[in-house]
C-alpha cells in the first residue's frame, strides 16, 4: 500500500524545494502529489480594485474589514464547505458552504468575518476530535502564510482555541511545521508576534461553537446524507 503526502503547490517545490528528500526520507512515503489550490475571487473582487486604486494591499484591506465585526459577526454563521462536498468532521458529498441568519442590519464586514470565523470554528472541531481520540492539548499554536498573515484572523484562531498563537512570516511556515513534527526535532523559528486569547471573546465563540454545530448537524441529518 502506498503512502501519499499532499502539499499545496505554492509552498512546495517553490519555496521549499530542498525538504523534499527529508520529507520523504523521514515519512517514509512513496511519493508526493503536488496539489493545486482553487481560490475565488469574485466575493473579494471589491477590495482587489479598491486595493489597486489606493495603492493598498488587499490583505490589509481585509484584515480592517474584519475588526469592524465584533466575535460572532453579529449573529451570522458561515458554513466553509465551498468546494462542494467535505471529508472530515462533515463527511458528506453534499456539504456545501452555508451562511446563515443574514438581515438587512448586517454588513459586508460582518459576511466577511463569518466567513472567516467558519474556516476556524471548522478548525476548533477537528482539533477538538484529535483530542477526543487522544491527542495532547496544545500550549501554543503555531502559524504562517495565506490568512495568517492577517492579524485579525490570527487573534480569531487564538480566540476560538483558547490558546497561545505564534505568528511566523514565511509562505513554507507550515511545510517546515511538517519537516519539525515527522523528524521530531523542535521548529526553532521565532515568533514574530504572540497572540493571546481573550477571555471574553473566548467565552463569546464557545457560544458561537455549539451553534455552529448545531447548525452543521441540522444540515447533515436533513440534507447532506
Same mark, same amino acid.
Request: glycine content about 8%; overall charge positive.
Given at each position: 500500500?502506498?503512502?501519499?503526502?499532499?502539499?499545496?503547490?505554492?509552498?512546495?517545490?517553490?519555496?521549499?524545494?530542498? *525538504?523534499?528528500?527529508?520529507?520523504?526520507?523521514?515519512?517514509?512515503?512513496?511519493?508526493?502529489?503536488?496539489?493545486?489550490?482553487?481560490?475565488?475571487?469574485? #466575493?473579494?473582487?471589491?477590495?482587489?480594485?479598491?486595493?489597486?486604486?489606493?495603492?493598498?494591499?488587499?490583505?490589509? !484591506?481585509?484584515?480592517?474589514?474584519?475588526?469592524?465585526?465584533?466575535?460572532?459577526?453579529?449573529?451570522?454563521?458561515?458554513?466553509?464547505?465551498?468546494?462542494?462536498?467535505?471529508?472530515?468532521?462533515?463527511?458528506?458529498?453534499?456539504?456545501?458552504?452555508?451562511?446563515?441568519?443574514?438581515? &438587512?442590519?448586517?454588513?459586508?464586514?460582518?459576511?466577511?468575518?463569518? *466567513?472567516?470565523?467558519?474556516?476556524?470554528?471548522?478548525?476548533? =472541531? !477537528?482539533?477538538?476530535?484529535?483530542?477526543?481520540?487522544?491527542?495532547?492539548?496544545?500550549?501554543?499554536?503555531?502559524?504562517?502564510?495565506?490568512?495568517?498573515?492577517?492579524? /485579525?484572523?490570527?487573534?480569531?484562531?487564538?480566540?476560538? #482555541?483558547?490558546? *497561545?498563537? @505564534?505568528?511566523?512570516?514565511?509562505?513554507?511556515?507550515?511545510?517546515?511545521?511538517?519537516?519539525?513534527? !515527522?523528524?521530531?526535532?523542535?521548529?526553532?523559528?521565532? @515568533?514574530?508576534?504572540?497572540?493571546?486569547? /481573550?477571555?471574553?471573546?473566548?467565552?463569546? &465563540?464557545?457560544?458561537?461553537?455549539?451553534?455552529? #454545530?448545531? *447548525?452543521?448537524?441540522?444540515?447533515?441529518?436533513? #440534507? =447532506?446524507?
Amino acid at each position: 500500500m502506498y503512502k501519499v503526502a499532499v502539499v499545496n503547490s505554492k509552498s512546495f517545490g517553490v519555496r521549499a524545494p530542498d *525538504l523534499l528528500e527529508e520529507l520523504r526520507h523521514h515519512a517514509q512515503v512513496d511519493f508526493i502529489e503536488v496539489s493545486k489550490t482553487v481560490r475565488g475571487r469574485e #466575493l473579494a473582487e471589491a477590495e482587489l480594485e479598491y486595493s489597486k486604486l489606493a495603492g493598498e494591499h488587499p490583505l490589509s !484591506i481585509l484584515d480592517k474589514l474584519l475588526q469592524r465585526s465584533p466575535p460572532g459577526a453579529r449573529g451570522l454563521l458561515a458554513l466553509p464547505f465551498v468546494a462542494g462536498g467535505e471529508r472530515f468532521p462533515i463527511r458528506s458529498p453534499a456539504a456545501r458552504g452555508v451562511i446563515y441568519g443574514l438581515t &438587512y442590519a448586517h454588513t459586508r464586514a460582518d459576511i466577511i468575518r463569518a *466567513l472567516a470565523e467558519g474556516v476556524v470554528l471548522n478548525l476548533k =472541531w !477537528i482539533y477538538t476530535a484529535m483530542l477526543e481520540r487522544g491527542a495532547k492539548q496544545v500550549s501554543m499554536v503555531r502559524v504562517g502564510g495565506g490568512a495568517a498573515s492577517l492579524a /485579525s484572523w490570527r487573534q480569531m484562531l487564538a480566540d476560538v #482555541l483558547g490558546t *497561545l498563537v @505564534c505568528y511566523t512570516p514565511g509562505e513554507d511556515a507550515a511545510l517546515r511545521g511538517l519537516q519539525a513534527y !515527522i523528524s521530531g526535532s523542535p521548529c526553532r523559528r521565532e @515568533c514574530s508576534e504572540l497572540h493571546q486569547p /481573550s477571555e471574553a471573546a473566548s467565552r463569546a &465563540y464557545e457560544r458561537v461553537f455549539e451553534e455552529y #454545530l448545531r *447548525l452543521c448537524s441540522t444540515l447533515r441529518d436533513a #440534507l =447532506w446524507r
